[in-house]
């Protein structure tokens, strides 16, 4: 079903070709007139439906709503080109028999772009804020600082990278957490992860080289803009990158969900840069990652029913809330009677 969509595209241009060139060639020009008019008319119709049925989810409503029309209009352009030369055809020149082919390449790729334009999205998210004070107070006298917390989707596996630079000398601390990084959003109603790692793990001095490559992933985080993806995996592997300018007190949030496979380079980038300083598993954990999954299975099930009863009891207590309110409001009518 999908190369015989993709296959539109070419057999339309192709018949355009066609048509033009048979309205040339042969008798019955009305009809081949009126073919290639009507095949015109019904590729112009089917864009039009197709952006304005197809969801899209795009960087905002001005991207959303151009790119698929500028596609469209380089869609029906090639189609009227390939009329033209249709017209213009001569069987005796080489070069003209030679540019047949590409009646049926080029909107192929232009299909392909269009197509594009209408699965694409922004990929993952930024936030740009000040510092609060609280942060500011606890600068110990560094320039800035940066880490990377890395989780699996229940959040039972997660890894912090942290970079501080202060005084010109840049220093590196690890820190592992399992178990301990799910939370609830009572709001959503949902499970979310904590990024942020724990105050576990010491700094530790880098030599001037990798230095330079820290210095070198703050620039590209600070540089970093929003990327595009057509993939969307909806489980998996997530990271959180911050990065906290004691300088500017300004502080920068990246939210990477499956850098890897939704083949964002920047972002895998920026990723793959924090992994290379992590230490080898062995080192800190001697549990596979099947292992401390089933290690936080049973505390994730107690987690959560405490949040079902939590919500039990707090709806229970909103309700309690309303009948005192309508207590109170009945008490001050017959008062006033």
């Known amino acids: ?54 969801d899209c989810d795009v960087v905002d409503h001005l991207f959303s709503i151009m790119l698929p029309f500028a596609a469209m209009l380089l869609y029906i352009f090639s189609f009227m080109v390939c009329g033209f030369f249709g017209r213009a055809f001569n069987t005796r020149k080489i070069w003209h028999r030679l540019c047949v082919p590409f009646v049926v390449i080029v909107p192929f790729f232009i299909f392909l772009f269009f197509c ?77 992860i904590q990024f ?32 595009l993806s057509t993939d969307d995996v909806l489980d998996g592997d997530v990271s959180s990158v911050v990065l906290k300018d004691y300088k500017r007190k300004t502080r920068r949030r990246l939210y990477f969900p499956n850098a890897k496979l939704s083949h964002v380079y920047d972002a895998m980038t920026i990723e793959k840069t924090f992994e290379s300083f992590m230490p080898p598993r062995e080192t800190y954990t001697t549990l596979s990652y099947r292992d401390v999954a089933k290690k936080c299975n049973d505390p994730r099930n107690v987690f959560v029913e405490s949040i079902v009863h939590s919500r039990q009891n707090k709806t229970a207590a909103e309700q309690v809330k309303i009948l005192d309110q309508k207590d109170s409001l009945e008490l001050n009518k017959s008062e006033e009677k």
């Open 196 to 227: 942020g790692g724990t105050s576990d793990g010491k700094w530790i001095l880098m030599d001037s080289e990798k230095s330079v490559v820290v210095r070198k992933l703050k620039k590209s985080i600070e540089d970093y803009s929003q990327e």
């Open 116 to 192: 594009w334009s209408l699965m694409v999205h922004p990929y993952g998210e930024i936030s740009d804020e000040p510092l609060e004070q609280n942060d500011l107070a606890a600068t110990q006298d560094a320039d800035y600082e940066m880490f990377l917390s890395e989780s699996d989707a229940w959040g039972d596996d997660s890894k912090t990278v942290s970079f501080r630079e202060k005084n010109d000398s840049v220093f590196f601390k690890f820190t592992y957490n399992m178990c301990a990084n799910t939370g609830y959003d009572y709001d959503e109603s949902k499970l979310t």
């Open 1 to 54: 079903m999908l190369v015989q969509f993709m296959i539109l595209p070419a057999l339309s241009h192709l018949l355009s070709f066609l048509f033009a060139l048979f309205y040339k060639k042969f008798r019955l020009k009305k009809l081949w007139l009126g073919l290639w008019i009507t095949l015109f008319c019904v590729l112009v119709c089917g864009y039009i439906w197709a952006v304005s049925n197809f």
